[in-house]
């Protein structure tokens, strides 16, 4: 890698300036991406005035998208061409802080089920367990095979496939 002389190293911070991009810096000054990064490794001021420019680079782009927008929204063309303004807002967007504005939370969402499990359940009422109150499913019954350990079939029973819940909060 060769090093860049002076005159290179302006032409791609100005560029840089300009354009806000690595790319379009070092396509003025000659010279490829990779050996304006390796300058910048050498020497930490021209690091810092790339970093600079870089940055005065983004604000242009955020301006130049804002003008396009206000352009389009004050004196608007017979025409619009969708592509550029939607280039322009995307490009406010990602440069200009706020630009979008914030998010705010408008209200909260109180539940009154809780998800236990999203797996088939076992009939309640066949067990020797408290009974409790649940969310009503489809009815959809499947029949699964019960084996020991060894694989031996011991029986069959009967499963209610949905998502099982139970009731926090019932409102009368």
């Known amino acids: 890698m060769s090093r ?3 005159d290179e190293k ?3 911070i100005e560029t840089i300036r300009t354009h ?4 379009a ?7 490829s991406v990779r050996t304006l990064n390796e300058e910048m490794r050498r020497s930490a001021i021209f690091k810092r005035r790339v970093s600079e420019a870089r ?3 983004k604000r242009n782009v955020a ?6 927008i206000k352009q389009y929204a004050f004196n608007p063309p017979e025409k619009t061409d969708r592509n550029v303004l939607t280039a322009a807002i995307a490009l406010a967007n990602a440069y200009e802080p706020g630009f979008r504005g ?3 939370v408008q209200g909260r969402i109180d539940h009154d089920v809780r998800v236990i499990t999203a ?16 969310l009503k499913s489809g009815k959809r019954i499947k029949k699964v095979e019960i084996r020991d350990e060894q694989g031996n079939y011991i029986g069959t029973r009967t499963v209610e496939e949905a998502i099982e819940g139970e009731v926090i909060n019932e409102q009368s």
Request: hydrophobic share 30%; no cysteine.
């Open 4 to 6: 860049i002389n002076h």
């Open 63 to 68: 301006d130049n998208a804002i003008d396009r």
């Open 25 to 31: 810096g070092a396509e003025a000054a000659g010279v």
């Open 102 to 104: 914030t998010t705010t």
């Open 119 to 134: 797996v088939p359940r076992p009939d309640y009422e066949a067990l020797d367990t408290p009974p409790k109150k649940m």
């Open 20 to 23: 806000g991009t690595m790319k």
């Open 55 to 57: 940055e005065e680079g």
């Open 10 to 12: 302006e032409t791609a």
